[in-house]
Every structure is written in structure tokens, then in C-alpha cells.
């Protein structure tokens, strides 16, 4: 199975923001539809990627500040401050288990599919783990009602 194939049946919608969106705008998007990612995209190429990854960090790291003392008055955090700049990038033609190593090996749960420098889609640990099912199971049906029509010796 080919990471094509897993964004065909995921379907096509994206979001992206740009490198100076507002990061409370982001959060609030990635809520609003459920989602663990952002595109960064800066004039049309892909810049980065925004996950709840980056998000937690930066929450952990404005914790650990309020409680070291006094701060200054906190100001807005933009994408660009906290985007992963060098996201992993996955190929229309990649193998899924090739997709899944590469997850792995990064820590990645969110690849960004391009397909030299056009954006396709988004591919989450998620939809990789639900295509694997899906293949198994329909698999698994074909062997069971192959065995189950297995011709009787005469």
C-alpha cells in the first residue's frame, strides 16, 4: 500500500497557516476540527509543521517561567517561533512500511505528503494504523471465505 492510496480514502482537506499566525489562532483551529497538525506554508512552500507536539512545549515552558517568578507581561507566540522547520516529508509513492519506519524513527505523527514542491495532504500515525487495519481485515475475510470454500478431496 502506497501513501497515495491512504490519502484518497482520508480525503483532501488541509490546513495550513502561515509562519506569523498567531499561535492561540492555531490552537484554536487544530480544536475547533479535531486535528493534531498544522502546514506551515510561506509563499507557497511548505516552511514547517505545527503539532500539539510544539504547542505542549511551548505551554510546558511558559508553566515552568510563571513559576520561577516574576515575568514580564507574556507577549503572543507566533508559528515561526515554534514550528518544526525540517518536518520529515513523506512521497505519494512511499510504502507504507517505509512510512511507518520513518514515523517511528523521527517521532514524527504527522507527515506532511508532497509531491515534489506541492503540498497533497497530511498523513497522521492514525490514518496509517486505520489503512493497515482496514488492508488486514479485508485480507482476513478473503482467507476465511477462501478456507471456507475449500474444495472436498474426492
Known amino acids: ?16 497557516v502561515t509562519p ?37 512545549r511551548v505551554l510546558a515552558r511558559r508553566q515552568k517561567e510563571l513559576r520561577t517568578g516574576p515575568t514580564p507581561p507574556v507577549a503572543e507566540i507566533v508559528v515561526r517561533e515554534v514550528m518544526n522547520v525540517t518536518p520529515t516529508v513523506a512521497t505519494p509513492t512511499m510504502d507504507v512500511n517505509d512510512l511507518r519506519r520513518s514515523m517511528i524513527e ?30 488486514q481485515s479485508f485480507e482476513n475475510r478473503m482467507l476465511k471465505a477462501y478456507i471456507r470454500d475449500w474444495p472436498a478431496e474426492g
Do not use: N, W
Open 106 to 135: 523521527t517521532h514524527q505523527r504527522y507527515l506532511p505528503v508532497m509531491d515534489g514542491d506541492t503540498l497533497l495532504g497530511v498523513i497522521s500515525f492514525l490514518d496509517v494504523a486505520r489503512a493497515v487495519l482496514e488492508e
Open 20 to 56: 506569523d499566525t498567531m499561535l492561540s489562532d492555531c490552537v484554536m483551529t487544530m480544536s475547533e476540527h479535531d486535528i493534531g497538525s498544522l502546514v506551515v506554508m510561506d509563499r507557497g512552500k511548505l516552511a514547517g509543521m505545527l503539532t500539539f507536539r510544539e504547542v505542549i
Open 1 to 16: 500500500m502506497q501513501v497515495s492510496e491512504i490519502l484518497r480514502v482520508k480525503g483532501s482537506t488541509l490546513f495550513t
